[in-house]
Nanobody
Framework: QVRLVESGGGSVQPGESLSVSCVASGSTTGNYLMTWFRQEPGKEREGVAGFFTNTGGKLIANSVLGRFTLSRGNGRNTVSLQMSKLRPEDSGMYYC???????????????????WGQGTQVTVSS
């Protein structure tokens, strides 16, 4: 079992920056694809960025390319999402998810992720 806990988030104005972090605990000795999803009420969950813990490889959605970056925290089990030039459409609940290998699926498909955090809210509004 893997437990994921998100932190960060909050309310900012358009153009500002914000970071959210995800800490994994439990059975974390294996390799995982750790991915950030976001969801607004009434909309489908959208993949934002993914991180392969074994290689450090990263995946970024086109909608946030050039504005959002992923990084590994001080611990192997921490992945942070740095968000800059935020727009109102970036608002939503941000979830951290983890999937065990093999990763032979679309990285932004939520159904393939077994582990989920509780989410943290990001609101971008003037």
């Amino acid at each position: 079992q893997v437990r994921l806990v998100e932190s960060g988030g909050g309310s900012v104005q358009p153009g500002e920056s914000l970071s959210v972090s995800c800490v994994a605990s439990g059975s974390t000795t294996g390799n995982y694809l750790m991915t950030w999803f976001r969801q607004e009420p009434g909309k489908e969950r959208e993949g934002v960025a993914g991180f392969f813990t074994n290689t450090g490889g990263k995946l970024i959605a086109n909608s946030v390319l050039g504005r959002f970056t992923l990084s590994r925290g001080n611990g192997r089990n921490t992945v942070s999402l740095q968000m800059s030039k935020l727009r109102p459409e970036d608002s939503g609940m941000y979830y951290c998810a983890a999937a065990s290998p093999p990763w032979n699926f679309p990285w932004d498909a939520p159904a393939h992720y077994a582990y989920w955090g509780q989410g943290t809210q990001v609101t971008v509004s003037s």
